[in-house]
C-alpha cells in the first residue's frame, strides 16, 4: 500500500514535493531487518534438510557458522557493517534465555534426578577446573616475551578462559541421539551444558568485575568464592519457586484455555528478568523453573496448551540459537580482528588439553560413586564432545570495551568455536561409530517395563527398610509421598493420583490414538474435535451435551476407511461367567502393536495370516455365542468404509444386546471408576457392568466407523462354561470420547482357570 | 553363603547380623511376625511379597520348593545377597549369571504358586498391589493394566498366535525377554552393599 508522507500540512496537488509512492525506510528498519536476518536463517535450517546427507555428515551449527560466513563476505565486501543486534543486552535478555528454557523444558527428568549429582559434578567442578587451569597456562604462556602479550592480567586470562569453557550441547546431543548413545552419556553431557552455562556466566560476571579492580586482595577472592555459592543456589530457590507459583497459576485456568501458554512463558521469564535484578544466576532459575512447573503443568493444561508450549518454546528456542551462529559467521568476517598466533593457538590447545584432562581426572573421581560407571568410552565421548558455541561467542562479544585486549579474546573465542564445532562437529560421529560406544537398550517403552521397573523401586525399598539402610531410593520415596500427599493437591486442578504405570498407559493410548488420527488421509475434521474431547475430563453429563453427532460420525468414518480388523476369538483367563446369551456379546476391538503406518501404506489388509499384519483388530461380535458358532474370521476393509457393523449403536433397540459401541475413544483411565451412565439400560442383570458405561449416542450415529477398543475389564465375566474359550468382554467407555483407539497388544487366550 | 559373585564383605555381614538379631529379638530365628513389625515397610505396596520372599525356599537355593516359616541368618543372608552390586571387573557371563539371578528374584515374587509360570492372576495381583497405593484406582483398571501388560509378553515372546492357542503363562524365559531392556544393575541393588562406600544405618525401633 503505497504510503504518502505528507511532508505538507497542505496539500497542493499542484506541488512536485508531494508524491505519490514513498519509502518511509526509517521507520520500520528495525523490525524490518530483524525480520530479514531470522528469515534468511531460517532458510538456511530449511535449505539444509533439503539434502538429508548433510545434516547426517555435518552439525548444523557448521552449516549455520558458513552461511553467516558467506553472508558475511557478501556484506564485508560491500562495506556494510552488520546489524547492531548484538549487544550485551539483547543477548542476555533476549537471546539466551529461550534458548536455556528449551534445554531446561525438555530435559528428561527422571534420568536427570538420577544422574544429578554426576552432571552437577561435571558442570560446575568441571568448569572451574578448566577455566582455571586454562588461565593459569595462559598467563604461563604470556609472560614469554616471544608473544608479546604479557600485559594480559591474570584477571583477564582468567576472564578469556571462562568464556572459552562453556560447552554447548546442540550439535553433539544430536549426534548422540542418531548414533543412540546410552542414555546415561546423553544425559551427562546435556545436564553439563546446561550447568556450565550457569557456571560460565557466573564466572564470567565475577572476573569481569574482578579484572576492573586494580588490585585483588585475598578477601575479595573469598567473598568471590562465597558469592559464586549464593549466586549459584539463588538461582536454584528462585526458579524452584517460581515453578510452583506458576504450576499453582495453571490449577485456575481452566476456563481461559488460550492464556495458558502465555502463563508459562510468561512467568519463565519472569524469573529470569528478576533474577537478574538481584544478579543471582538467571539461567539457573529459569531451568529450575522450567523442571519443577513442567511436571504438574503438563496435568492442569489442555492438550492443546501442552502442545502450543512445547512447540514455542522449541521455536524460539532454536531461532535464538540459530541466529547466535548466524552472527558468529557474519561476524568473523566483518570485525577487526587482532591476530597473535602464540596465544591463539595456545588457548586453543589448553582448551582441548584441560578439557580432556579434566574429564579424565573427574570420572577416576566420580565412578566410585555411580552404579554404572564411565568406561573410557564414555570419557572420550564426553571429552570430544565439548564443542564451544553460541554462549561463549555472545560472552566474547559483549565483553566490556575497558579490557585491553577485546579484540585478541575475540578472535580468540571464535578460533576455537569455529575449530570445535568444524572439526570436532564433523568428526565426533563417526569416531563414535567406530568405538562402538555403549547404545542404549532403552526401546519403546513397555507396560511390562514400567511396571518392573516400580517393582524394583519397591522391592529395593522395602529391602532397605527391612535392613535398615539408606540409599537414595530413600529420598526418592520420601519426595514422592511429600509430593502426592501435599503438593499435588495444592498444584494441580483435577488431583486424581496416579501411578506412574497408569500415566504411561494412557500416554501409550494417546499416542495410539493420535497415531491413528496421523494416518487419516483427508478428513481432518474430527481431529481437532477428538482432542478437544480429551480435554475434558469431566462428568459424563456434560461431555455428553459437548458431543455432536456430527464429529462422531466423522470420527467412525475416517476410523472405519482406516482401519481394518480382524474377527478373533478370544480367550478369557479366569473363571465363569454367565452363559454366553446373556451378557457376552461385546464387541471387543484390538490392535496390536506396531506401526498403523507400515501396515496401512503397506496395503497388506489382507490378513491371512496375522503374523503378516501388523495390525489387528480382534473383536466379538455382537450377540454371538462363544462357541464356534461363529468361528474366527478376519474381515479386511481397505478403505472402502464398508465396515461391517455387528455392532448395535442403539442399546436401546436391542435389549438383549449388549452395546458394544466401540465407537468412540476410551476414556482416561482414572475416570474409569467414576459412575457408570444411566444408558445402562439394557442389562439391569449385571452388577458386572457396573464399571462400564454406555455410550449413548444418539440414533443419528452411522453404523460405520465402529472402532475402539477399550479396556479390557472384567474379563473374568466371559468365560462360557464348559467351553475352553470364552469370550471376553469390554465393556465400553464411550460417553467421554477421548482416545478413538487404544493400542493392545495381542490379546491372549488363555485356560481358564477352573472354579 | 550364597553364590560366589554375591559374596559380601565382613563388615556387611557385621552389619546385617546386628540388624538381624534387632529383628528377630535375639533369637536364633526370624519369623514372618518380626518382618511384619518393621513401620516404614508398611507403606510399600508389596510388602507382603518381600516377607514372604525372605521365605521362599527357592531363593535359599537353586531347586528349593516351598516356603519355610522361619529362616536362619545364613538364609536371610542369602536373600540380601540378591541386592549386591556386581563388582566392577567381572566377565560379561557373570554379569549376565548375575542379572539372571535377580530376575528369578522377581520372577519367585510373581509366581506365589510355583508352578514356573506367572498367570494372569498372579500378574494381576501384582500390579493390584503396586497400584493400590495410588489410591481410587479401581481394580478394574489394574486389571486392564495386567491385562495389556500379559499381552505385550505375549506378542513379545511367542509372537503372533494363532486363534486357537492359548497362552498359559509368563514362564522364565519369556520374563527374561520382556525385561531384556531394563538395566538390573542400577535398581536392584542396595547402595550399602557397595564395599565402597560409606554406611548410614539407621536405628529401627522394631
Known amino acids: 500500500m503505497p504510503q504518502v508522507e505528507d511532508t505538507d500540512p497542505d496539500p497542493d496537488p499542484g506541488e512536485t514535493t508531494q508524491a505519490v509512492f514513498t519509502l518511509n525506510y526509517p521507520r520500520i528498519q528495525i523490525p524490518f531487518e530483524i525480520t530479514l536476518w531470522v528469515l534468511l536463517a531460517s532458510f538456511a535450517k530449511i535449505g539444509f534438510h533439503v539434502y538429508h546427507k548433510i545434516t547426517v555428515w555435518v552439525p548444523e551449527s557448521c552449516l549455520l557458522i558458513s552461511i553467516g560466513l558467506i553472508v558475511g563476505g557478501i556484506m564485508h565486501s560491500l562495506h556494510e557493517k552488520p546489524p547492531a543486534v548484538l549487544t550485551s543486552n539483547a543477548f542476555f535478555l533476549y537471546m539466551l534465555p529461550p534458548i536455556v528454557l528449551d534445554s531446561g523444558y525438555f530435559m528428561p527428568t527422571r534420568p536427570f534426578f538420577e544422574n544429578f549429582g554426576t552432571v552437577l559434578w561435571f558442570a560446575v567442578v568441571g568448569t572451574l577446573w578448566n577455566s582455571i587451569g586454562i588461565g593459569i597456562s595462559l598467563f604461563a604462556i604470556c609472560q614469554i616475551e616471544v608473544f608479546g602479550v604479557q600485559d594480559i592480567t591474570l584477571q583477564e586470562n582468567f576472564l578469556f578462559a571462562s568464556i572459552i569453557s562453556a560447552v554447548e550441547p546442540v550439535a553433539v546431543l544430536t549426534v548422540f541421539e542418531d548414533i543412540s548413545v546410552h542414555e546415561q552419556l546423553y544425559i551427562v553431557v546435556f545436564g553439563e551444558c546446561l550447568f556450565n552455562d550457569a557456571v560460565t556466566v557466573v564466572l564470567y560476571n565475577l572476573f569481569n568485575h574482578v579484572a576492573a579492580l586494580e588490585v585483588v586482595e585475598a578477601g575479595d577472592v573469598f567473598l568471590d568464592i562465597g558469592r559464586f555459592f549464593v549466586v549459584g543456589l539463588g538461582g536454584t530457590i528462585f526458579g524452584a519457586l517460581f515453578g510452583f507459583v506458576t504450576a499453582f497459576t495453571t490449577r485456575f485456568t481452566g476456563k481461559v484455555r488460550e492464556i495458558e501458554p502465555l502463563i508459562i512463558f510468561l512467568y519463565s521469564y519472569l524469573a529470569y528478568l528478576i533474577a537478574e535484578l538481584f544478579a543471582i544466576s538467571s539461567i539457573m532459575a529459569i531451568v529450575i523453573c522450567a523442571l519443577t512447573m513442567k511436571y504438574y503443568v503438563e496435568e492442569n493444561v489442555s492438550q492443546r496448551s501442552c502442545t502450543t508450549i512445547r512447540h514455542v518454546i522449541k521455536m524460539v528456542g532454536s531461532v535464538s540459537e540459530t541466529l547466535i551462529f548466524f552472527f558468529l559467521g557474519v561476524v568473523t568476517i566483518t570485525t577487526e580482528h587482532e591476530w597473535n598466533w602464540g596465544y591463539i593457538l595456545f588457548a586453543l590447545l589448553f582448551a582441548l588439553l584441560w578439557r580432556g584432562l579434566g574429564i579424565l581426572v573427574l570420572t577416576q573421581i566420580i565412578n566410585p560413586f555411580r552404579t554404572i560407571p564411565f568406561n573410557f568410552k564414555d570419557q572420550f565421548g564426553l571429552a570430544y564432545g565439548g564443542l564451544r558455541g553460541a554462549v561463549s561467542f555472545a560472552l566474547a562479544f559483549t565483553l566490556p570495551d575497558n579490557i585491553g585486549r577485546k579484540d585478541l579474546f575475540i578472535t580468540g573465542t571464535i578460533v576455537v568455536i569455529i575449530f570445535t564445532v568444524f572439526i570436532q562437529g564433523i568428526t565426533i560421529r563417526p569416531l563414535l561409530k567406530l568405538m562402538n560406544v555403549r547404545k542404549t537398550n532403552r526401546n519403546q517403552e513397555t507396560i511390562n517395563d514400567e511396571i518392573h521397573k516400580r517393582l524394583m523401586e519397591h522391592t529395593v525399598a522395602g529391602i532397605e527398610d527391612l535392613c535398615g539402610q539408606w540409599s537414595h531410593y530413600y529420598w526418592k520415596d520420601k519426595f514422592m509421598k511429600f509430593n502426592n500427599r501435599i503438593l499435588r493437591k495444592i498444584l494441580i486442578r483435577d488431583n486424581h493420583p496416579e501411578s506412574s504405570i497408569v500415566a504411561l498407559y494412557k500416554k501409550l493410548e494417546l499416542q495410539n490414538a493420535m497415531e491413528v488420527l496421523d494416518q487419516m488421509s483427508g478428513d481432518i475434521s474430527a481431529a481437532p474435535s477428538l482432542i478437544s474431547l480429551h480435554e475434558e475430563r469431566k462428568n459424563a453429563s456434560k461431555s455428553r451435551k459437548k458431543f455432536l453427532s456430527s464429529d462422531v460420525t466423522n470420527m467412525h468414518e475416517l476410523l472405519s476407511k482406516n482401519m481394518y480388523k480382524i474377527r478373533h476369538r478370544t480367550v478369557s483367563y479366569t473363571n465363569k461367567h454367565t452363559l454366553p446369551d446373556d451378557i457376552t456379546a461385546r464387541e471387543i476391538l484390538m490392535r496390536r502393536h506396531t506401526s498403523l503406518r507400515r501396515s496401512l501404506r503397506a496395503g497388506s489388509f489382507h490378513g491371512t495370516n496375522a503374523a503378516k499384519m501388523s495390525q489387528k483388530y480382534f473383536s466379538l461380535p455382537m450377540g454371538r455365542s462363544l462357541n464356534s458358532r461363529f468361528p474366527p474370521r478376519r474381515l479386511v476393509h481397505a478403505g472402502d468404509g464398508d465396515i461391517e457393523s455387528e455392532i448395535n449403536y442403539s442399546s436401546i433397540r436391542h435389549p438383549q444386546r449388549v452395546s458394544s459401541k466401540a465407537v468412540m475413544p476410551l476414556r482416561p483411565l482414572n475416570t474409569l471408576k467414576e459412575v457408570a451412565s444411566s444408558v445402562n439400560t439394557v442389562d439391569g442383570q449385571n452388577e458386572e457392568q457396573r464399571g462400564c458405561r454406555r455410550s449413548h449416542l444418539g440414533s443419528n450415529v452411522s453404523r460405520s466407523g465402529h472402532l475402539t477398543s477399550h479396556l479390557p475389564h472384567g474379563s473374568s465375566r466371559n468365560c462360557s462354561d464348559g467351553d475352553h474359550d470364552a469370550w471376553v468382554e469390554e465393556p465400553q467407555n464411550n460417553s467421554d470420547v477421548q482416545h478413538p483407539l487404544m493400542r493392545r497388544p495381542h490379546w491372549l487366550p488363555q485356560k481358564p482357570h477352573d472354579k | ?206
Open chain 2, 1 to 206: 553363603m550364597g553364590l560366589e559373585q554375591n559374596e559380601v564383605s565382613l563388615e556387611q555381614i557385621a552389619i546385617l547380623h546386628n540388624r538381624f538379631k534387632q529383628l528377630s529379638q535375639n533369637e536364633e530365628t526370624l519369623r514372618r511376625d518380626d518382618l511384619k513389625t518393621i513401620q516404614d515397610l508398611e507403606s510399600n505396596p508389596i510388602r507382603y511379597q518381600i516377607i514372604e520372599a525372605f521365605f521362599d525356599r527357592r531363593n535359599f537355593q537353586k531347586d528349593g520348593v516351598g516356603s519355610v516359616e522361619e529362616i536362619g541368618f545364613e538364609e536371610f543372608l542369602t536373600v540380601m545377597s540378591y541386592f549386591r552390586a556386581p563388582a566392577h571387573h567381572i566377565t560379561e557371563e557373570q554379569r549376565e549369571e548375575i542379572r539372571r539371578a535377580k530376575l528369578r528374584f522377581l520372577f519367585n515374587m510373581h509366581d506365589t504358586d510355583n508352578d514356573g509360570t506367572i498367570t494372569l492372576e498372579e500378574y494381576r495381583h501384582v500390579v493390584e498391589e503396586l497400584l493400590s497405593r495410588s489410591g481410587a484406582l479401581g481394580r478394574e483398571t489394574a486389571k486392564g493394566i495386567a491385562d495389556a501388560a500379559m499381552l505385550e509378553v505375549a506378542s513379545i515372546s511367542v509372537g503372533p498366535m494363532a486363534p486357537d492357542e492359548f497362552y498359559e503363562g509368563i514362564t522364565f524365559e519369556h520374563f527374561l525377554k520382556i525385561l531384556k531392556g531394563i538395566e538390573i544393575e542400577t535398581r536392584m541393588h542396595i547402595r550399602f552393599l557397595n564395599m565402597d562406600t560409606a554406611v548410614f544405618c539407621k536405628q529401627h525401633s522394631v
